[in-house]
């Protein structure tokens, strides 16, 4: 069975680091790419990057560029989003979600919800 | 990078009638086209990818349509778990984006 597994919920101060994981099983995790998508409270899915773990290929949105870090280490299966210097306006639910290289994304994550009070 | 704008925001629908959702790209994405339901607290779920194909355990009561910059969604006959926010997204061109949704509620 297929599954991408997120780590727990996470509650920081502005200004602190995090690093959030998606570990992948029941496939083969290093020919699927692994995207990150955002939903902030109330709001719609945006598409913030995506990686190959196979090579390592990573392609972010403009919108995230800069401000979040998407990393893989295939010896356990796990994709990373990571921030060096949290916000408030950084308070969502990430998702991880699978895709082939030109493809939907047919399994996602059950998300992981990062909370940065103000 | 592809905007891609659904309408309407909200569609109001009896239980039983067809819904039709619509997707537009502001340049030609071909087929490469999928939909998803998200219903609240859960995760999105794929429902139709290549613009026209059910995903697997998808029902038939959903269809989808288009090519190029126009794209439909139809739900023939609407049943009670199908009320929820659908969401379009293109995977032609880097970056991948998303519509806005379409929240269909119970009329």
């Known amino acids: 069975e297929v599954q991408l597994v997120q780590s727990g919920a996470e509650v920081k101060t502005p200004g602190e680091s995090l690093k959030i994981s998606c570990k992948g099983s029941g496939y083969s995790f290093t020919t699927y790419w692994i995207a990150w998508v955002r939903q902030m409270p109330g709001r719609g899915l945006e598409w913030m990057g995506i990686?190959?773990?196979?090579?390592?290929?990573?392609r972010y949105s403009p919108s995230f560029q800069g401000q979040v870090t998407i990393s893989v280490d295939k010896s356990i299966s796990t994709a990373y989003l990571q921030w060096s210097s949290l916000q408030a306006s950084d308070s969502a639910i990430y998702y991880c979600?699978?895709?082939?290289?030109?493809?939907?994304?047919?399994?996602w994550g059950q998300g992981t919800l990062v909370t940065v009070p103000s | 990078e592809i905007v891609m704008t659904q309408s309407p925001a909200t569609l109001s629908v009896s239980p039983g009638e067809r819904a039709t959702l619509s997707c537009r790209a502001s340049?030609?994405?071909?087929?490469?086209l999928a939909w998803y339901q998200q219903k609240r607290g859960q995760a999105p779920r794929l429902l139709i990818y290549?613009?026209?194909t059910r995903a697997t355990g998808i029902p038939a009561r959903f269809s989808g349509g288009g090519s190029g910059t126009e794209f439909t969604l139809t739900i023939s006959s609407l049943q009670s778990e199908d009320f929820a926010v659908y969401y379009c997204q293109q995977y032609n061109n880097w970056p991948r984006t998303f519509g806005q949704g379409t929240k269909v509620e119970i009329k």
């Open positions: 290549g613009a026209s």
């Open positions: 979600a699978r895709c082939e290289s030109i493809s939907g994304f047919d399994y």
């Open positions: 340049q030609s994405v071909t087929s490469n």
């Open positions: 990686i190959f773990p196979g090579d390592s290929d990573t």
